[in-house]
């Protein structure tokens, strides 16, 4: 269901992010970002003084390769449009996430390595909701290996979402499985 109807408006910016997550051949899992800003209108900058309206300003790319206990071995930029040309040398740097596991603290780590001058802003901004596509990805496995069905939040899951806190009846019933296959 939409959002309820707003004022009258004109759209000025859109950003576009894609998300996914695929299992590999050799074990490994690759989560790609993609994310694109336009303008409504023309736009330019000291060294782009065209940019149309509708063409994208960012057009980057960023996948980040996974091993199943979250590490990251490899990271692969690619930034088809910049606002500065300037821009690409940041993406080299996000060699310094390589061996970063995902999970508790990643984002604070990474922010570490890659934050202010040292990093893209769009870059950074794909690794939130990548490490999500992350923990979706990786569920498969999870179920796959436990062969129950679809996996249940862990110690991990516990207390990162309204459903999975501790006062939710879900995570009840999820205890109460839990329970119950220890028993058996």
Partial sequence: MPLPRSAPRQMLHLRDITL???EREDGLFDIEGHMTDAKTYSLGTVERP???AGEPVHDMWLRLTLAPDMEIRACDTNMDKTPYSYCLGAAPNMQRIVG???GKGFMKEALARLG???GCTHLRELLQPMATVAFQTMIRGQ????????AEPDA????SCYSYSD????????????QGAVQE
């Fill in 50 to 52: 065209g940019f149309a």
């Fill in 100 to 102: 970063l596991r995902i």
């Fill in 156 to 159: 991990r899951g516990r207390n």
């Fill in 167 to 178: 006062h939710s009846p879900v995570m009840a019933l999820v205890q109460g499985a839990v």
């Fill in 20 to 22: 996914r997550g695929y």
């Fill in 116 to 118: 202010g001058g040292e």
């Fill in 143 to 150: 179920a796959k290996a436990a062969t129950q069905g679809p």
